[in-house]
Each structure stands twice: as C-alpha cells, then as structure tokens.
C-alpha cells in the first residue's frame, strides 16, 4: 500500500490564454487616447496570467494579460508610463469612483 508516499506536485494549469500582441496594441492605444495614465501590475492567479490595468486621470480602465511581470515594467518604461505593483499600491480611489458613477448612470458611457 502507498499510503504515506508523497504525491508528485502538479503545475498549476492556467486557463486562460497567453498574450499576445493585441493585448499590447489595446494597451498603447489607451496610452495615446488618455491623459494621465498610470499601470498597475496584478500578480499571475490561479484563473489568469499576469495583467497590466491601465488607470486614466479620470477613473476609466482597461486591463489586458502580459507576458511576464519583467515584461510589463519594460514595456511601461519604454513608452514612459509609471508601472506600480498593485499588491503595494493597491487601486487608486479615482478608478473606484469611476465604475461608481457608471453604475449610477450607465446612459452616459
């Protein structure tokens, strides 16, 4: 009987699909469409691979998968964006006030 032996330690299998260069497009194209944008790197999960949330000075956001955390922060410096860890930063209040006013007045969005 096998009772006591250890279990081999299986990878943990992500679902989600890697990414690739739209994701990146999409990224730049809300740099150049919004003043004040700041990058926020969210750590790799169980569910999805590492992703970036781009936060304008108004509150909008958009968030799309990268390649790797060391990607991210070249990829912010080379287009000259500051890039915090949001496990250190957290989300800043004007992202929260603005998916409050959407939900308050979806008609505008």
């Keep these: 009987m096998a009772l006591f032996r250890r279990r081999k330690r299986v990878a943990a299998v992500s ?7 739209a994701d990146l497009d999409h990224l730049e194209n809300f740099v150049r469409t919004r003043r004040g944008v700041e990058a926020f790197l969210e750590p790799r999960t169980t569910v999805t691979e590492t992703t970036v949330m781009l ?3 108004d509150g909008e956001w958009t968030r799309r998968r990268v ?32 998916n409050e006013r959407r939900k308050r007045r979806p008609e505008l969005f």
């Excluded at 679902?15 to 260069?21: I, K, T």
């Design 55 to 57: 936060i304008a000075d």
């Design 15 to 21: 679902r989600d699909r890697a990414a690739d260069r």
């Design 67 to 98: 390649g790797s955390p060391d990607e991210a922060r070249r990829w912010a410096h080379k287009i000259a964006i500051p890039i915090y860890d949001v496990r250190l930063m957290g989300y800043p209040q004007r992202m929260r006030d603005y």
